[in-house]
């Protein structure tokens, strides 16, 4: 049988921003699905060399931490730029760490990026002309959490 070699294609991302989102908690607890947390989103900013602006209040970030410990992001939030454009930012997410390190982090304290693993791929939807390139723009995340919230430093793929 003769193989075929699959033609391979290099990947490359350029930096796009970096969104910082406080949260509230609410603990649902733990459901048929598993251990459910919501967290309402206060506020928060986003920086990058080709936009700026403000997370609005209201947004919702479901956590649910499954039986093996990964937890799933399902995320909703609005950026609005400085020039006052609206751009909705959906995600889904993996958030993986040890139960030690949750409990650290639900308690408030500091814990190294490293020590877990937390990565998205947020979509974006506009209305806005000079944004609207973001519509037709996929980019994956390296998130960090801290006590009051979570960060995101987020790449385009090229």
């Known amino acids: 049988m003769e193989t075929q070699q699959a033609s391979q294609k290099a990947l490359s991302t350029e930096f796009l921003m970096e969104i910082r989102v406080d949260l509230d908690l609410q603990i649902i607890g733990d459901t048929p699905a598993g251990h459910r947390r919501l967290y309402p989103i206060k506020g928060g900013w986003g920086k990058g060399p080709q936009l ?15 039986p093996d410990g990964t937890g799933i992001l399902d995320v909703r939030l609005t950026l609005k730029t400085d020039d006052d454009s609206l751009i909705f930012i959906t995600y889904r997410g993996l958030l993986y760490h040890t139960p030690s390190l949750d ?12 020590a877990y693993y937390f990565r998205i791929a947020p979509f974006c939807e506009t209305a806005s002309e000079k944004y609207g390139w973001l519509n037709r ?22």
């Not at 009051?148 to 430093?153: L, M």
């Open 103 to 114: 409990t650290k982090l639900m308690s408030g304290e500091a814990v190294d990026w490293s």
């Open 52 to 66: 700026q602006g403000t997370v609005l209040p209201g947004g919702s970030d479901s956590f649910l931490v499954c």
């Open 137 to 158: 723009t996929l980019s994956i995340d390296v998130g960090e959490v801290d006590p009051n919230g979570v960060s995101y430093s987020v790449y385009q793929i090229k």
